[in-house]
């Protein structure tokens, strides 16, 4: 639209620098051109996750939000009024799985005794939140995901899906995978002229080894994800010859 300013929608993937790349645009925009901030509720587990949620502030802070940092699928922009750059980062689903297993362990009370296998088998999270979570961000559709408000909605894993996931990708405005998350931040500034500050790294967890079993696992049950990551890989390597 003319005369509208530059926004960005961030493809916020589950534990793959999300929150240390919003937390970089923070060098560029205040806190009342980030959604979701605190105007935007107490939950913040619901503002991050809640389609019909971000629709509401949408329509009530359309005018100064530039940034949309939840765990929101890609075709949330087709339910906005504005152009956004879309962007995303990726990062190796193993890795990926492993941390979000830590960071839950770490961060609520009735899973610091579980092991990570068992918060692993929670349906919950593993229906919504693990379970080729990147291919669901990037193929669920906006129909799809009304139902069930966000990218919770469950959907099937096929090859239709996967392949929709890479299209997706592909036709992102910018992206970068995780191992190399300083690299896409300075192509975020060059090309998009923001300042994003010095580097940081935030809701990082610590490695520590993993049962052999559960590494298996995640690799079988998040097969299209790895298959994702690999085309992502490739084309970013074709995109960033000298990388």
């Not at 929150?19 to 959604?35: K, V």
Request: net charge negative.
């Amino acid at each position: 639209m003319d005369g509208e300013p530059t926004r960005f929608f961030m493809v916020h993937l589950q534990k793959s620098a999300g929150t240390s790349l919003r937390d970089r645009f923070r060098s560029t925009f205040d806190d009342a051109a980030i959604y979701p901030n605190a105007s935007d509720g107490r939950d913040k587990r619901h503002s991050v996750i809640s389609l019909s949620h971000l629709l509401e502030r949408w329509r009530a802070r359309r005018h100064e939000i530039r940034l949309i940092a939840g765990h929101f699928p890609l075709s949330t922009v087709e339910l906005l009024d504005a152009e956004f750059v879309t962007l995303s980062v990726l990062r190796p689903p193993v890795e990926r799985t492993l941390s979000y297993l830590r960071h839950q362990k770490m961060l609520n009370r009735d899973d610091r005794d579980r092991s990570l296998e068992e918060i692993y088998d929670d349906p919950f999270r593993f229906n919504g939140l693990i379970r080729n979570h990147m291919v669901r961000m990037f193929s669920i559709g906006a129909d799809e995901m009304r139902a069930g408000d966000g990218v919770l909605t469950d959907v099937p894993d096929t090859r239709e899906r996967l392949e929709r996931a890479k299209e997706a990708v592909a036709g992102l405005d910018a992206f970068g995978i995780q191992p190399r998350f300083d690299e896409f931040c300075t192509e975020l500034e060059r090309r998009f002229g923001l300042d994003l500050g010095p580097p940081l790294r935030k809701n990082a967890t610590t490695p520590a080894e993993a049962p052999p079993r559960l590494i298996d696992r995640i690799l079988e049950d998040n097969a299209l994800d790895v298959e994702l990551y690999e085309f992502a890989q490739r084309l970013y390597r074709e995109r960033n010859p000298g990388a």
